[in-house]
C-alpha cells in the first residue's frame, strides 16, 4: 500500500510503497551532504521514489534534475512526487537502466550526480523475503558499482562532482572504480550511527578531472545517549533558507 512520508519542511512529502523498497536516513544525509549548489543541473543515478532530487531541487536549490530508474513502480511513484511536490517541469524520470546512459543523457550535460546505489553486490544481502522489488533496489541486479561511477563520469562536466553513499565495507571498490573512471575523489565522510561506533557507511565526494588532495571527515547520527548530534540536527536544518 502506498504512503506519503512527510519530508519536515514547508509541506513537502514524497510518495512511498510499504510493500516495497522504502529511501532510509542514508538517502537524507547524501541529499544533506552532497556537493550541491544553487542552480546546479543534477543527475540522480538510480533514482527510486525520487527522494535525492525532490530534496536537491528543495532544500539545495537545484534548477533541474534527471533520475533514472530501471524499475516502473519507482518511476511512477517519483513521478506522482514530483508533481505532489510542485516539481513536475524540473524532474524528468527516465525508466531505464544506467548502464544505457550513452542513450539516454549527452555527455557532459550535468554540474552534479547523486547516487544511493544497491548496496550490495550481486547475489548478497539476503533474498529479501522474496520482494523482488526491495531485492532490486538493495542488491545489484543488472547495473554494478562499476557502472553507476561510469554513468556519473560520462554525464558530468568538467571539474563536475558526483556525491554517492556506500556501505563502508564497499569504499575500497568505490575509489577504485572512481579513479578508474576518470573521477578524483576529494572529500570522504564516514558516517557512524551513533558516536563511539564504527561507521556503517561512507559518503565520497568525486570530481571530474583534477588532481589529489583527500579531506576525509566524520560523522555521527546519534550521541552515546540515543539522541540526535547536535550536527545531524544543524545538518537538516541549515537548508530551510533555500526553500
Same mark, same amino acid.
Request: charged fraction near 25%; include cysteine; proline fraction near 2%.
Given at each position: 500500500?502506498?504512503?506519503?512520508?512527510?519530508?519536515?519542511?514547508?509541506?513537502?512529502?514524497?510518495?512511498?510503497?510499504?510493500?516495497? %523498497?522504502?529511501?532510509?536516513?542514508?538517502?537524507?544525509?547524501?541529499?544533506?551532504?552532497?556537493?550541491?549548489?544553487?542552480?546546479?543541473?543534477?543527475?540522480?543515478?538510480?533514482?527510486?521514489?525520487?527522494?535525492?532530487?525532490?530534496?536537491?531541487?528543495?532544500?539545495?536549490?537545484?534548477?533541474?534534475?534527471?533520475?533514472?530508474?530501471?524499475?516502473?513502480?519507482?518511476?511512477?511513484?517519483?513521478?506522482?512526487?514530483?508533481?505532489?511536490?510542485?516539481?513536475?517541469?524540473?524532474?524528468?524520470?527516465?525508466?531505464?537502466?544506467?548502464?544505457?546512459?550513452?542513450?539516454?543523457?549527452?555527455?557532459?550535460?550535468?554540474?552534479?550526480?547523486?547516487?544511493?546505489?544497491? %548496496?550490495?553486490?550481486?547475489?548478497?544481502?539476503?533474498?529479501?523475503?522474496?520482494?523482488?522489488?526491495?531485492?532490486?533496489?538493495?542488491?545489484?541486479?543488472?547495473?554494478?558499482?562499476?557502472?553507476?561511477?561510469?554513468?556519473?563520469? %560520462?554525464?558530468?562536466?568538467?571539474?563536475?562532482?558526483?556525491?554517492?553513499?556506500?556501505?563502508?565495507?564497499?569504499?575500497?571498490?568505490?575509489?577504485?572504480?572512481?579513479?578508474?573512471?576518470?573521477?578524483?575523489?576529494?572529500?570522504?565522510?564516514?558516517?557512524?550511527?551513533?558516536?563511539?561506533?564504527?561507521?556503517?557507511?561512507?559518503?565520497?565526494?568525486?570530481?571530474?578531472?583534477?588532481?589529489?588532495?583527500?579531506?576525509?571527515?566524520?560523522?555521527?547520527?546519534?550521541?552515546?545517549?540515543?539522541?540526535?548530534?547536535?550536527?545531524?540536527?544543524?545538518?537538516?536544518?541549515?537548508?530551510?533558507?533555500?526553500?
Amino acid at each position: 500500500m502506498e504512503y506519503l512520508t512527510d519530508l519536515g519542511f514547508g509541506g513537502h512529502a514524497v510518495l512511498q510503497d510499504d510493500e516495497g %523498497y522504502a529511501f532510509s536516513q542514508d538517502s537524507v544525509l547524501l541529499a544533506n551532504l552532497a556537493d550541491l549548489k544553487k542552480g546546479d543541473s543534477v543527475l540522480d543515478l538510480g533514482c527510486g521514489s525520487g527522494i535525492l532530487s525532490i530534496l536537491a531541487l528543495l532544500k539545495r536549490g537545484a534548477s533541474r534534475a534527471v533520475g533514472i530508474e530501471v524499475q516502473d513502480k519507482m518511476c511512477d511513484m517519483a513521478t506522482r512526487s514530483a508533481a505532489l511536490n510542485g516539481l513536475a517541469d524540473r524532474f524528468e524520470i527516465l525508466r531505464s537502466d544506467v548502464k544505457d546512459i550513452r542513450k539516454l543523457v549527452p555527455a557532459e550535460s550535468f554540474d552534479k550526480a547523486v547516487c544511493n546505489p544497491p %548496496y550490495f553486490a550481486k547475489g548478497a544481502g539476503g533474498d529479501y523475503g522474496g520482494n523482488e522489488q526491495r531485492r532490486v533496489a538493495r542488491a545489484e541486479s543488472t547495473a554494478s558499482l562499476h557502472d553507476f561511477v561510469f554513468a556519473a563520469a %560520462y554525464a558530468l562536466r568538467a571539474k563536475g562532482a558526483l556525491s554517492l553513499i556506500v556501505k563502508a565495507s564497499r569504499l575500497a571498490t568505490l575509489l577504485y572504480e572512481e579513479i578508474s573512471c576518470g573521477l578524483q575523489p576529494k572529500r570522504l565522510i564516514l558516517c557512524r550511527p551513533k558516536e563511539g561506533e564504527e561507521a556503517d557507511c561512507a559518503i565520497a565526494i568525486a570530481t571530474k578531472g583534477g588532481g589529489e588532495g583527500l579531506k576525509i571527515s566524520d560523522f555521527a547520527v546519534r550521541d552515546k545517549n540515543g539522541e540526535y548530534t547536535s550536527a545531524y540536527r544543524e545538518l537538516t536544518e541549515q537548508w530551510q533558507s533555500c526553500i
